[in-house]
Each structure stands twice: as structure tokens, then as C-alpha cells.
């Protein structure tokens, strides 16, 4: 089984994978760009089973915003609603204004459903 799947969409790289951190675990969700000639990641999702958050540039400076479980039990379909719904604001937030303006918004979000199924089959059933 991969242990990380790779979606290019709009201009951007997905990496679906599961991590285990610490003592938390669950799908997570990495953005990559290309910022300069060099790959940055630029936004991140952690959908983990404890301690869900995202991250504004998390090579930079890692802007981290938790999710609550009780408000947001789904954290899954939450992340990839603002992934389909939101990229480019996102990135706007993030710092990267130039890339935001080049990305392809409607091709990342008839890529959802393939996101969906990495992380489907990624996760431990």
C-alpha cells in the first residue's frame, strides 16, 4: 500500500497521506507550489483524531488554527470543502498573493472527489 498519493491540480500538488504524530493520528492534507523555482509547501490540513488544525505556510510561518471536534466532527469533508471552496483565499492568508492569482480553482475542485478517495484509501479501516 502507498503510503502517500499525489494529485496535481490547478497548479498545485496534494499529497494525501496518514500521519502518525506523537500521540495523535489521522489524514492529512499537504499543499505544495511552486514559489520561485523552489517546491513550498503553502497549506496544510491535519485531520487528526485528537487534535484536528490546518496551517497557514507551514515551512514559513506556520500559521496553525485548531478545529473543534464538536463544531467540526467531520474533519475530512471540512478540509476538503475549503480546498474546493477557498484555495485561493487560502493562499492569499498564507502569503502567496502571485500564486493565488495563477491557480486553476475550478480544475482543484473537480479534483475533490479524487482527494476523497485517496484519503478513503489511505486510512487504516
Known amino acids: 500500500m502507498a503510503h502517500e498519493i499525489s494529485i496535481q491540480a490547478g497548479g498545485l500538488n496534494f499529497i494525501i ?60 469533508a471540512w478540509s476538503l470543502e475549503q480546498i474546493r471552496s477557498r484555495t485561493v483565499e487560502m493562499l492569499q492568508k498564507a502569503g502567496y498573493n502571485e500564486k493565488a492569482d495563477q491557480i486553476n480553482s475550478e480544475e482543484i475542485a473537480n479534483s475533490i472527489n479524487a482527494m476523497a478517495h485517496a484519503i478513503s484509501s489511505l486510512t487504516p479501516h
Do not use: W
Open 17 to 76: 497521506e496518514y500521519r502518525n504524530f506523537g500521540k495523535d493520528r489521522g489524514p492529512a492534507i499537504r499543499v505544495y507550489a511552486d514559489i520561485k523555482n523552489q517546491t513550498t509547501q503553502v497549506l496544510r490540513f491535519d485531520c487528526f483524531e485528537n487534535d484536528p488544525h490546518y496551517h497557514y505556510d507551514p515551512d514559513g510561518k506556520n500559521e496553525m488554527h485548531h478545529l473543534s471536534l464538536k463544531d467540526t466532527p467531520d474533519t475530512v
